[in-house]
């Protein structure tokens, strides 16, 4: 796969492009991760990205010809990649997303800075406007930094134990259950007796009714996109009767 980026600010990606899982994913070849500055495709003498607004008003409006241009500096020649506007009033980004975006080849992120774009941006060359949440942001970089990582860390072979992306949350509709490593007792503070007795069906069922738990108590939400079993819909039924949902 390959993901460039178009930014004023390419050293921003400098350290996390070559930290942790992104430095290995490419290092393995699996992906390859550029920061290109748009700046370099104004075509104009004094390298200018942006200019005042048509019919006046505040701020600055990013220009289309450098952002055209350098998409298609990266696309090259009769590609039509995904490009993906990172703004506050893009949809609000989700797993789901970053997984439909890790099957493509090839994916371009285009940051915007203070500035607003050019509609004609947002009309003929992007595919996507994604937002991280309802927040702002002083540029797209940090946004853009969050869904290239949740992309990558799904594609084959980047993360060492595969099983961590498919029960990780989110990936299974719910929020993942609690972990505990040793010491089995810390400062009088123990593990559940359940993940002691290596009893693999128990811990399995007792990790799927905290998950649950943990959802319907924290992000209710979630759960309407969800199946569930007989005996799963009475346990909520019993948290929802209990009040303040005692487990
Ligand atoms: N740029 C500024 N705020 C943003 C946000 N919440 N998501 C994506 N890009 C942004």
Request: net charge negative; glycine share 10%.
């Amino acid at each position: 796969m390959n993901i460039d980026v178009l930014t004023l600010f390419p050293e921003m990606f400098a350290g996390v492009f070559g930290s942790s899982i992104l430095g290995k994913a490419q290092e393995k070849g699996i992906v390859s991760l550029r920061a290109v500055n748009f700046r370099e495709f104004a075509g104009n003498k004094h390298n200018t990205v942006d200019d005042y607004p048509y019919g006046g008003g505040g701020g600055m409006v990013l220009k289309p010809e450098p952002i055209f241009s350098a998409v298609e500096h990266v696309a090259g020649e009769g590609e039509k990649p995904r490009v993906i506007l990172m703004c506050p009033q893009g949809e609000t980004y989700t797993q789901r997303k970053a997984e439909e975006l890790s099957k493509e080849q090839r994916l371009i992120l285009i940051c915007g800075h203070y500035e607003g774009y050019d509609e004609r941006i947002r009309e003929f060359l992007v595919t996507d406007e994604i937002s991280i949440g309802d927040y702002v942001l002083t540029g797209g970089e940090i946004a853009a930094m969050a869904v290239i990582d949740s992309v990558v860390r799904l594609l084959p072979g980047v993360l060492g134990n595969e099983r961590s992306a498919v029960t990780d949350s989110y990936s299974t509709g719910l929020l993942e259950y609690p972990q505990y490593t040793r010491p089995a007792e810390f400062r009088g503070w123990s593990v559940p007796d359940v993940l002691l007795s290596g009893h693999h069906e128990n811990v399995t069922q007792w990790r799927r009714r905290q998950s649950l738990y943990r959802t319907w108590k924290r992000r209710p939400d979630l759960l309407a996109g969800v199946e569930l079993t007989e005996r799963e819909r009475k346990w909520i039924e019993e948290w929802e009767s209990d009040g303040n949902g005692k487990m």
